[in-house]
């Protein structure tokens, strides 16, 4: 029986008395749906706690391997600009490896205030959130803005 299904069966309950002695027949029903639930709750709770210990180790691991990752690409740069700066130009040839050279073109600007507007590119204005609920919790009202309060899960 899912969590729902049990909440739905508590919120529809109904107690069945018997009317000589006026005592509670279905009181052990209600009893094993509350028992139910609370393990229910539980084993949720825990699954919640696997998943985040679990997503992370991934994000460490995703970590590690992003910081080799980098090192690994960048030591390939490092070694690549040396040798073409130790070859300057010339080729070289082996069973392993061919080194060669292609032509290629790239524009260099030396002051961005010197170049027309018409090729420039402007970022989207980003919203600093944090400035505005600072400043409207200090009571300045700012258009299209509210604060807005939530309840947040916390399991532990």
Same mark, same amino acid.
């Given at each position: 029986?899912?969590?729902?299904?049990?909440?739905?069966?508590?919120?529809?309950?109904?107690?069945?008395?018997?009317?000589?002695?006026?005592?509670?027949?279905?009181? %052990?029903?209600?009893?094993?749906?509350?028992?139910?639930?609370?393990?229910?709750?539980?084993?949720?709770?825990?699954?919640?706690?696997?998943?985040?210990?679990?997503?992370?180790?991934?994000?460490?691991?995703?970590?590690?391997?992003?910081?080799?990752?980098?090192?690994?690409?960048?030591?390939?740069?490092?070694?690549? %600009?040396?040798?073409?700066?130790?070859?300057?130009?010339?080729?070289?040839?082996?069973?392993?490896?061919?080194?060669?050279?292609?032509?290629?073109?790239?524009?260099?600007?030396?002051?961005?205030?010197?170049?027309?507007?018409?090729?420039?590119?402007?970022?989207?204005?980003?919203?600093?959130?944090?400035?505005?609920?600072?400043?409207?919790?200090?009571?300045?009202?700012?258009?299209?803005?509210?604060?807005?309060?939530?309840?947040?899960?916390?399991?532990?």
């Amino acid at each position: 029986m899912t969590l729902y299904e049990i909440n739905e069966k508590l919120r529809d309950f109904e107690f069945e008395i018997d009317e000589e002695t006026g005592e509670i027949m279905n009181e %052990d029903e209600l009893d094993a749906l509350e028992i139910s639930k609370t393990e229910k709750v539980r084993n949720i709770c825990m699954m919640i706690k696997n998943y985040r210990a679990e997503a992370a180790v991934l994000k460490n691991e995703a970590d590690t391997f992003t910081r080799r990752y980098k090192h690994a690409k960048n030591e390939a740069e490092r070694l690549a %600009d040396y040798l073409q700066r130790e070859l300057d130009g010339e080729g070289f040839k082996c069973t392993e490896a061919v080194v060669s050279y292609r032509k290629s073109e790239a524009v260099e600007c030396d002051d961005v205030s010197l170049v027309p507007t018409d090729f420039l590119k402007y970022k989207d204005p980003e919203i600093d959130k944090v400035g505005i609920k600072a400043a409207i919790k200090n009571g300045v009202e700012i258009r299209g803005c509210r604060l807005v309060e939530r309840q947040n899960i916390q399991i532990k």
